[in-house]
């Protein structure tokens, strides 16, 4: 709610005012391509070396790069045989229902921590904690003995229900962020010009909190996408993930599991890529994981 | 045309605190403007917001026409609220926040377009259809609300402050467009303000409130002439209160006796009251009794001067011309007319 008119006092403010915002601007776009640099190094560079892996077949100290090349990692990635493909189609439709799952339930989660001051608050906002804090071994040891009574256990859906552990705090978080920075006079507002319950969730709410939803979206994705010893214990080598199948090949065959650590490593990159523009400092969702 | 009636209408926020608006009773007239008038923190908002079907009441009623509409959703309750902060949705255009509550009705884009553009001439931001709110200034802000609200041509129309932002020219030009559109439309209207100047000017009738309590509900010149209370005199600029007893149209107080037809108490223990524009100095016609003149100040419309008169001091607002006629310490003869006296029961912390 700013006021664009010039005070009186005149000429003087009034010249310095421009020059000062065109600073800021360019200190702006020089950050911004810090950080995306920044980004682009952390994230790509590890890629490198492992692709040169999947592509190497005579690679011995003190050569820097490979001395003799084959295809054949890739060829063996690909080959239906092994399956790599229907393992990540699999890995990803697993990551996908996690992180719907997660935006279903962690948004309302959110907005409840973020907005509402109720009796056990500070205990429920320990509860969604604690499965980040304690080691997820020692959560998910109870919960094997649960769900192998519940018929959960070596199954897809116990999988996904278990990826939600650490998935859902995490969107929780972020939205409590969100929400604590928000005005629900906005929805009164709206509701008074004639929306109805759902119109205004449609209108006003959820373009307020989208940047927020794809952040924890994206933690929640990535987490499940990259889960091993969750998905080890309750899938019990029945449900394959691509972690699991890369473990595997980690000590017998480097090269394949520099090739599958591509497969692994690019949909992760692809993804904060293109939603890179939701993770600026000025995101209020940035600002709830300060709340860890 | 929409009556609204509020009766008993309590809203608590917490059991610690008293009511933010404890048991008001009123009945705004269809198709008239009425203020709510009151300190801040006074429940103002929170009264617009339980008329709007934004917050449920803890207790009470409130009527439409006679019926009651406690268990009518906002959307449905033909009540517009326009927020003290504006609220103009950020992620739209200005041509989209107008249009919003069109769109909610499913009016077609073709008519919304045209009826937005009238819209902005109404409120004289012609061309900023494309404009982002934050690209706005607060008093531009605050237009767009209103027209925001216009446009869906409620029955009800709540204004929570809706010039607070303006400069005074704007503010007057606004008021005059408020004020015609709602006779044009005949828009049952609340506005909530706490500048009493603004109240007086703008409404028909003005609910004054402190502490979530209606203290006195009339037509603005009642609030200057005969205000129920010490307190309401002074929310509207008295100043000048005597303590003495009333009795037979006359009230004996320490510094003399005065004829005061006008009384909101039968007799007993009272108080004088006399704006400090219906104290005269000089001529002594009756009803005066001689004061000394301890400071005054000179503003260029009036001139304020301040009388002892034994134990007490008076306020006087006089032509400013006066200035040169008195100098402080000057014996002058201080006159309340009769007409003007108005006799007040006590403060009640005084009883
Ligand atoms: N959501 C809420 N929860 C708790 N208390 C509230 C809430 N909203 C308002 N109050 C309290 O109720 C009282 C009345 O508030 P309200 O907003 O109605 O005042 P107002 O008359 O509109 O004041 P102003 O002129 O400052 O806008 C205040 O004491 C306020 O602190
Ligand atoms: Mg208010």
Redesign the pocket.
């Known amino acids: 709610m700013t006021d664009t008119r010039i005070e009186p006092t005149g000429a003087a403010a009034g010249a310095v005012a421009p020059e000062a915002s065109e600073r800021r601007f360019s200190w702006r776009i020089t950050g911004r391509w810090v950080g995306i640099t920044g980004l682009l190094a952390f994230l790509v560079a590890p890629i490198v070396p492992l692709f040169i892996w999947s592509i190497s077949f005579r690679w011995f100290y003190p050569a820097i790069l490979p001395t003799e090349y084959s295809a054949r990692a890739w060829t063996e990635v690909i080959t239906p045989h092994n399956d790599v493909l229907g393992v990540a189609w699999n890995t990803a439709l697993i990551a996908l229902v996690v992180t719907v799952l997660s935006i279903l339930l962690g948004v309302p989660a959110g907005r409840a921590l973020g907005l509402y001051e109720f009796r056990g608050k500070r205990l429920v906002e320990w509860m969604i904690l604690a499965p980040i804090i304690v080691p997820g071994l020692a959560v998910v040891l109870g919960i094997h003995v649960l769900f192998i009574r519940a018929g959960l256990s070596n199954s897809i859906p116990g999988v996904i229900l278990v990826h939600l552990v650490p998935t859902l705090p995490y969107m929780t978080l972020v939205m409590s962020g969100v929400f604590a920075n928000y005005d629900t006079d906005f929805e009164l507002q709206a509701r008074s010009l004639g929306a109805s319950r759902w119109a205004t969730q449609l209108h006003i709410t959820l373009p307020a909190i989208f940047p927020g939803v794809v952040v924890g979206a994206l933690f929640a994705f990535i987490i499940s996408w990259s889960q091993y010893v969750l998905t080890l214990l309750i899938g019990g080598g029945q449900v394959q993930t691509l972690p699991l199948l890369l473990f595997g090949f980690v000590r017998s065959d480097p090269a394949i599991a520099g090739a599958l650590s591509v497969v692994f490593i690019l949909p992760a990159v692809i993804v904060l890529l293109l939603s890179s523009r939701y993770l600026s400092g000025d995101n209020a969702a940035v600002g709830g994981i300060g709340n860890i | 045309m929409t009556q609204v009636t509020l009766s008993a209408l309590t809203k608590q926020?917490?059991e610690k605190s008293p009511p933010?608006?404890d048991r008001l009773d009123l009945e705004i007239e269809s198709g008239k403007l009425t203020a709510l008038l009151?300190?801040?923190?006074?429940?103002?908002?929170?009264?617009m917001k339980m008329i709007a079907g934004l917050l449920r009441p803890t207790s009470g009623d409130i009527g439409f026409n006679g019926e009651s509409i406690l268990s009518i959703p906002p959307e449905d309750r033909g009540a517009v609220m326009v927020f003290?902060n504006y609220l103009l949705f950020p992620y739209m255009t200005i041509a989209e926040n107008i249009g919003f509550g069109l769109k909610m009705r499913k009016v077609d884009r073709k008519e919304i377009r045209t009826r937005v553009t009238d819209m902005l001439d109404l409120v004289q931001l012609p061309g900023f259809e494309d404009r982002k709110p934050r690209q706005l200034s607060g008093g531009q802000q605050q237009r767009i609300a209103l027209a925001r609200a216009l446009i869906v041509q409620p029955n009800v129309l709540l204004l929570?402050?809706p010039l607070s932002n303006l400069d005074a020219h704007l503010r007057d030009e606004m008021r005059e467009l408020i004020r015609r559109i709602q006779t044009e439309m005949e828009i049952t209207t609340v506005f909530?303000t706490?500048d009493q100047e603004e109240a007086v000017v703008l409404a028909d009738r003005i609910a004054l409130?402190f502490d979530?309590q209606l203290q006195q509900f009339d037509v603005p010149d009642a609030f200057f002439e005969s205000p129920e209370s010490i307190e309401i005199a002074k929310f509207f600029g008295g100043t000048n209160f005597i303590p003495g007893h009333y009795e037979g149209g006359e009230i004996t107080t320490a510094i003399g006796r005065f004829r005061a037809p006008r009384s909101a108490v039968e007799g007993g223990d009272a108080v004088l009251s006399i704006r400090p524009e219906a104290v005269t100095l000089g001529a002594a016609e009756g009803n005066s009794v001689m004061g000394r003149i301890r400071s005054h100040v000179y503003v260029g419309r009036y001139a304020r001067f301040r009388i002892t008169l034994g134990e007490i001091e008076v306020e006087a607002i006089t032509d400013p011309a006066q200035v040169k006629l008195f100098n402080d310490g000057d014996e002058v003869p201080v006159t309340f007319d009769p007409a003007k006296i108005w006799v007040i029961r006590p403060a009640s912390s005084e009883q």
């Open positions: 926020f917490d933010a608006v009151g300190p801040s923190g006074c429940g103002k908002t929170t009264t003290q929570d402050e909530v706490h409130l979530g």
